[in-house]
């Protein structure tokens, strides 16, 4: 039985409870062989676990504080955080609109409390994260900001390393033809990092771009650019 109720209060145990879910899946526990015929991909160097576990969650509650979202926002961003990869254990591109279908699959499960603009937020931030458009809500704009939180971290190398190994055993991705090449693969990640991106969030601008700024003259320096 599905049922939306019209007003309901969430509580970071919602929240906990969405995570661990997520999380769960993202490890493989909640695989049914018959439905997920070719189990977790292993291969998801970049885009596994300790993605969402290690950078995207704590990114976001980092940069949610300095954008003083509400405490509602906060837990609907969580359950939007832990959710967002899950699409690519069914496939590789196009994956956010699977993400988000399974956390509203998760957020109508009675008796869980969710309103249908609770789902709507979590859709939209989870769909948001193909960078196909700019966020539309905060909460959005957060999680946009957190999924490449990466790029302001010290160990931006050592992650761009991973997706460069996964992008080379995907040859569906954008990025596979660049990965085949470590100078081609060093110039088109500087040429993202440096040209193409740039934080939604002054929450994010505040925490992650002076690192950012040390990593890309680090990516000059490491490969001669």
């Given at each position: 039985?599905?049922?939306?109720?019209?007003?309901?209060?969430?509580?970071?145990?919602?929240?906990?409870?969405?995570?661990?879910?997520?999380?769960?899946?993202?490890?493989?526990?909640?695989?049914?062989?018959?439905?997920?015929?070719?189990?977790?991909?292993?291969?998801?160097f970049y885009h596994g676990f300790r993605h969402t576990s290690d950078h995207v969650l704590p990114a976001f509650e980092a940069i949610a504080e300095k954008e003083n979202l509400d405490e509602?926002?906060?837990?609907?961003?969580?359950?939007?955080?832990?959710?967002?990869?899950?699409?690519?254990?069914?496939?590789?591109?196009?994956?956010?609109?699977?993400?988000?279908?399974?956390?509203?699959?998760?957020?109508?499960?009675?008796?869980?409390?969710?309103?249908?603009?609770?789902?709507e937020i979590v859709r939209d931030a989870i769909q948001n994260t193909d960078m196909k458009n700019p966020p539309q809500t905060k909460v959005a704009a957060v999680l946009r900001d957190a999924?490449?939180?990466?790029?302001?971290?010290?160990?931006?190398?050592?992650?761009?390393?991973?997706?460069?190994?996964?992008?080379?055993?995907?040859?569906?991705?954008?990025?596979?033809?660049?990965?085949?090449?470590?100078?081609?693969?060093?110039?088109?990640?500087?040429?993202?990092?440096?040209?193409?991106?740039?934080?939604?969030?002054?929450?994010?601008?505040?925490?992650?771009?002076?690192?950012?700024?040390?990593?890309?003259?680090?990516?000059?320096?490491?490969?001669?650019?």
């Amino acid at each position: 039985m599905m049922v939306l109720r019209k007003n309901a209060k969430l509580t970071e145990e919602h929240a906990d409870k969405a995570i661990k879910r997520a999380l769960g899946l993202l490890l493989g526990m909640d695989m049914e062989p018959k439905k997920y015929a070719e189990g977790v991909d292993f291969r998801l160097f970049y885009h596994g676990f300790r993605h969402t576990s290690d950078h995207v969650l704590p990114a976001f509650e980092a940069i949610a504080e300095k954008e003083n979202l509400d405490e509602e926002e906060v837990i609907l961003g969580k359950h939007a955080a832990g959710f967002h990869d899950t699409g690519f254990l069914f496939q590789y591109l196009a994956n956010e609109s699977i993400g988000a279908s399974l956390a509203e699959g998760y957020m109508l499960t009675w008796p869980l409390p969710y309103t249908r603009g609770h789902i709507e937020i979590v859709r939209d931030a989870i769909q948001n994260t193909d960078m196909k458009n700019p966020p539309q809500t905060k909460v959005a704009a957060v999680l946009r900001d957190a999924d490449l939180s990466s790029l302001g971290h010290p160990d931006f190398l050592s992650t761009s390393e991973a997706l460069k190994i996964e992008s080379r055993l995907h040859p569906e991705s954008p990025m596979h033809e660049a990965s085949l090449d470590d100078q081609v693969w060093a110039t088109s990640q500087l040429k993202f990092i440096s040209g193409f991106h740039d934080w939604f969030t002054d929450g994010a601008r505040q925490l992650y771009q002076e690192q950012k700024e040390k990593n890309i003259a680090e990516l000059r320096e490491y490969h001669g650019l």
